[in-house]
């Protein structure tokens, strides 16, 4: 058993509360290799940020080395997460936490109500015994993330919010407005076209039920998976160098920042991670 304190990371608890406090939203960036884990590092000592690294169990193995480089560059405190990204069992959860996970998800949105409690409580039960801090999900998202896809999404409920918070006692909460995972967010029937730029501009997120919950939760941490932005500068270079990324389409930063205001305060970022490293390449190699 290791813990993550030993690691020099710290848990999601006093972070939130200081970004529903101060009406900001702190970065959850998945990656997948090495050197997107040092530009995230990077780029969070650069803007004195506190960050989640966050990985899908395929890239565990990867996480080790976060602290120390931070300090490298220059960071005597670094204020890092070390986050399980849907955790489907468990055992996986379990296992996070025993190698030095210090936040785990417990993803069992796709079960019934009643079963998503049940499991989502067991690994709670485990979790807080580390000081470990667990975040759920209520509602589906559209979209394909590692071992995770699903064809449409359904909004969280917010009648259901209290009762489910109160029963499995979790940390945070990830909730489904209108966002979805990877770089096709949305379809080009469901966006109009900006007749300036000529580009795909997406249906807006439901901020009516993101308001209803914050209502039902005053102050708890909600969590938005899916939020890429998908920069468009960047899809232009990887088209324009070979690739097909035709009509791929993000969240609107705005709107991003109009929810990071409220409750939401971690927004899961791995597409555009994706893009950036995809993008640099051919101009890099060319
Ligand atoms: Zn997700």
């Known amino acids: 058993m290791v813990s993550y304190k030993e690691l020099g ?6 972070m939130f509360a200081k970004a529903v406090d101060g009406g900001y939203a702190i970065p959850a960036f998945n990656f997948n ?10 780029a969070a000592v650069e803007t004195k940020s506190p960050v989640i690294l966050q990985v899908s169990k395929g890239a565990r193995n990867y996480a080790k080395g976060a602290v120390e480089y931070a300090k490298e560059l ?3 405190h670094p204020e890092i997460v070390l986050h399980l990204d849907h955790g489907d069992s468990f055992e996986l959860c379990k296992s996070c936490i025993d190698m030095g996970f210090s936040s785990v998800m417990i993803d069992g949105s796709a079960l019934p109500y ?3 409690v049940a499991l989502t409580r067991k690994v709670v039960d485990y979790a807080h ?7 759920g999900e209520l509602g ?7 071992e995770v896809s699903a064809a449409e999404s359904h909004y969280t409920k917010p009648e259901e919010v209290i009762d489910f918070v109160t029963k499995t006692g979790v940390d945070s909460l990830a909730i489904s407005i209108g966002t979805s995972h990877g770089a096709y967010k949305f379809t080009p029937e469901q966006c109009t076209v900006d007749p300036v730029t000529g580009r795909l501009v997406p249906p807006p997120l439901a901020f009516d039920v993101l308001e209803a919950i914050e209502k039902k939760l005053p102050g708890f941490p909600i969590v938005l998976h899916g939020s890429s932005s998908v920069p ?3 899809v232009d270079t990887i088209n324009q160098y070979g690739g097909s990324l035709k009509a791929a389409v993000g969240i609107p930063e705005e709107q991003l920042r ?3 205001k409220s409750a939401v305060c971690k927004i899961n970022i791995d597409s555009d991670s994706r893009l950036a490293m995809t993008a640099s390449l051919p101009p890099a190699t060319a």
Request: proline content about 0%; overall charge negative.
């Open 74 to 76: 220059g960071c005597a």
């Open 9 to 14: 990371l710290v848990n999601t608890r006093k």
């Open 232 to 234: 468009q500068d960047e």
């Open 33 to 42: 290799n090495m050197e997107q884990m040092q530009a995230i590092i990077m």
């Open 258 to 260: 109009k929810a990071a």
């Open 114 to 116: 009643d079963e998503n």
């Open 129 to 135: 015994q580390y000081d470990v801090t667990v975040e």
């Open 140 to 146: 589906v998202l559209a979209g394909v993330e590692e």
